[in-house]
């Protein structure tokens, strides 16, 4: 059965893959389904059949026009876009009216008060925004806009650092350009919108007053969470590897794909020592000095960064070998 194309882009515009079906009756009975039966819409394919998994398991095909039933919008789902979260805390004697200059808060300070920052978030949505959140002024009659519901910004901890977080109900499924579309406009409302002003609220703390920045000019970018928190990582590192701090000499764990470091228990007051174990438990373990330096860059860099893949010393040490020996032959 020949479809026209126009009625097959409406079908599949107007019922998102998800969609939920109730069936009131088929043409063609069928043994286990009956009026009231649900399931969920898998594909529309070139005929415009709408192919159904239904809730008892059985799989089978509805033709609008000849079967009767509902189709009922998904349930939204929920995608989080992470971007870089960074504070200030403005110290002073409110007193005396003498303030110091904003100080920038670390990671770790700036988690103490993650309930505060939320609460600020929640407190600064405008009525406007009660419904659909941005969405309100996203102002372009697209796909995004139908698929997209809601997005509100909030803050969320993930290995050990809070993370600004957009929080967007979605019904069906984004293509790769609606993402990179709603991306570029939660960027936007980062940087010029709603951060622009959330950005300057203070946020009452015991310590002064705090500011949070949902967006910076360095190392910021918005990714979803399969991209920002699990990034592809380079062959041949290990599960684990023992290293030291460089400004104390403590002896630490790294454990592949995290960020940050676990203390050791092993770990004693003497630096030299220290290095000692870490080389003793890695000649143990059968981890390279190559992968060792990797480990450590990818626990504070990222695991996607060239300094993350043991090949990179390799290379590094070849290209410092070619170089001595040149040296040398030059020197004859």
């Not at 008060?113 to 996203?138: C, F, Q």
């Not at 709603?194 to 910021?220: A, C, K, P, S």
């Not at 000499?249 to 092993?266: A, Q, T, V």
């Not at 030299?272 to 890695?282: C, L, S, T």
Request: proline share 5%; aromatic share 10%.
């Amino acid at each position: 059965m020949a479809v026209q194309k126009e009625w097959l882009k409406f079908f599949r515009e107007q019922y998102p893959l998800g969609s939920r079906i109730k069936l009131r009756e088929m043409e063609i009975p069928q043994e286990g389904l009956g009026r009231g039966s649900m399931g969920t819409l898998k594909k529309i394919d070139d005929n415009a059949q709408f192919h159904i998994e239904w809730e008892n398991g059985q799989k089978s095909c509805l033709t609008p026009g000849y079967d009767s039933f509902s189709v009922l919008p998904p349930e939204p789902t929920t995608l989080k876009l992470y971007m870089p979260l960074i504070a200030e805390m403005q110290r002073g004697d409110y007193w005396s009216g003498d303030d110091d200059e904003p100080e920038e808060m670390t990671d770790r300070e700036i988690l103490k008060y993650e309930d505060k920052i939320v609460a600020a978030m929640t407190k600064y949505r405008s009525p406007e925004e009660a419904e659909r959140g941005l969405m309100h002024w996203y102002g372009i009659d697209d796909s995004v806009d139908e698929k997209v519901k809601s997005v509100v910004f909030t803050a969320e901890e993930r290995q050990g650092k809070l993370w600004g977080v957009a929080e967007c109900q979605v019904v069906g499924t984004l293509s790769a350009f609606e993402l990179e579309t709603l991306k570029d406009y939660v960027t936007g409302q980062a940087s010029d919108g709603w951060g622009e002003g959330f950005e300057q609220q203070e946020i009452r703390t015991g310590d002064g007053d705090m500011y949070v920045h949902l967006w910076n000019w360095e190392n910021w970018e918005v990714l979803a969470e399969q991209e920002r928190f699990s990034p592809k990582m380079a062959d041949g590192l290990p599960e684990m590897c023992f290293s030291t701090l460089e400004t104390t000499g403590e002896l630490i764990c790294l454990k592949r794909g995290e960020f940050g470091y676990y203390p050791s228990d092993w770990s004693t007051d003497d630096p030299d020592r220290n290095r000692e174990i870490a080389d003793y438990n890695n000649n143990r373990l059968g981890v390279s000095e190559a992968q060792r330096k990797a480990m450590e860059i990818g626990s504070m860099q990222g695991w996607g960064v060239p300094g993350a893949d043991p090949s990179y010393y390799e290379s590094v040490s070849q290209e410092t070998q070619s170089e001595d020996e040149g040296m040398v032959m030059g020197g004859m």
